[in-house]
């Protein structure tokens, strides 16, 4: 009879043990689930604002454009000069960012890690 109380003991105490484990990974589950909720609200708020400040951004360069093309016509150029100054002007600093992106992108290649994972070549001593 001994033996009996002493294995209805254990499964008593495996059973609360189990429980136990269900109830902890139910509150981590409900806490992982608010936790993905709220970033996920950050990130569409980060996003929205973003797009918003990019909205912006265009709109105050176009208006700073447009004052240096008004400002040119005072000064006596055509209209026509004014705005192909300021077009020259931009697509120069297109051209500027754009050659900056390609020689930034050589950094993303991954060169050492692919150095290091090549079998033909000895690692760093």
């Known amino acids: 009879m001994g033996s009996q109380l002493g294995a209805t003991g254990l499964a008593a105490d495996l059973s609360g043990a189990i429980a136990g484990a269900r109830g902890l990974l139910s509150n981590f589950l409900d806490l992982f689930s608010l936790e993905a909720r ?21 709109a105050a360069w176009l208006a700073l454009m447009a004052a240096l093309a008004l400002r040119a016509v005072e000064l006596g150029f055509s ?47």
Do not use: K
């Open 38 to 58: 709220r970033a996920g609200l950050a990130l569409a708020l980060m996003v929205a604002c973003g797009a918003t400040g990019a909205v912006l951004f265009v």
């Open 79 to 125: 209209w026509e000069a004014a705005i192909a100054a300021v077009a020259c002007a931009n697509l120069a600093a297109a051209g500027g960012l754009l050659w900056l992106c390609c020689r930034i992108s050589r950094s993303l290649l991954f060169s050492a890690t692919r150095r290091q994972l090549r079998s033909d070549q000895p690692g760093p001593t």
